[in-house]
């Protein structure tokens, strides 16, 4: 959405929500926010469910920080979720993993930025201050795309596709990624076998795969196998 132009010194910004599974970083995060921009009304959530509740409370936040890494999110899926949920609220994705395609398919699909854990305060302020200004905001070195790339589209499509699997469904991604075969994914989520291979049939099915390999390199191949819990 459009925004006037403010200098750092004078960049108030009223409400946020912070999502992230490290209750230290999301409370520090928001700790940060409170005495830099004077963020009076903080949310967070440290997984994508309590993030989706709290945007269901009637909860409108000038801007989300996400970090993609969630338990019950996959790669972009959790980002996705949230943009659609809430499509004129700017998106920050705030990660350690920062490799180019990371980056550069968060942007692609849609974040107002990206910013890397490690960034210090002085340079998280400039970067919030781009964000604010309506500027897409990518650590030194990247370069944003000028358009989305065929690769950009890929990931955002299977992105989307997994963004739309059950919770289960997720889970057993993950551990199909891991190597597990079907018993060993029944006993670590205390199904029953068949019920095991039901959601990886209806999974396959979902991504356009034929089997569990397929799936695993498809998941690996959008570089975003790191973020699976």
Known sequence: MPRTAVPVHSLSIK??????????YCDALAATMESTFNTRRIRTATSLSEALQQLRMRFSPD????????????????????????????????????????????IAAGAAGFIPKDIDRHNFQEAMQ????????????????????????????????????????????????????????????????ATVKAHITALLRRLGVHNRTQAAMLVREVSIRHSLQ
């Open 15 to 24: 409400s946020a929500l912070v999502i992230d599974d490290h209750p230290l």
């Open 63 to 106: 801007l989300i920080m996400l970090d993609l890494n969630l338990p019950d999110a996959s790669g972009l899926s959790g980002f996705l979720k949230i943009k659609e949920k809430m499509p004129d609220i700017p998106v920050i994705v705030i990660s350690a993993f920062t490799s180019k395609d990371v980056v550069q398919s968060v």
């Open 130 to 193: 781009d964000i604010w200004n309506g500027k897409t905001y990518v650590p030194p070195g990247y370069a944003v795309p000028a358009r989305a790339t065929a690769t950009d589209q890929s990931v955002e499509t299977i992105s989307r596709k997994i963004a739309h699997l059950s919770q289960q469904q997720t889970r057993i991604l993950s551990l199909i990624c891991e190597g597990m075969p079907n018993k060993l994914i029944a006993y670590e989520m205390q199904l029953a076998e």
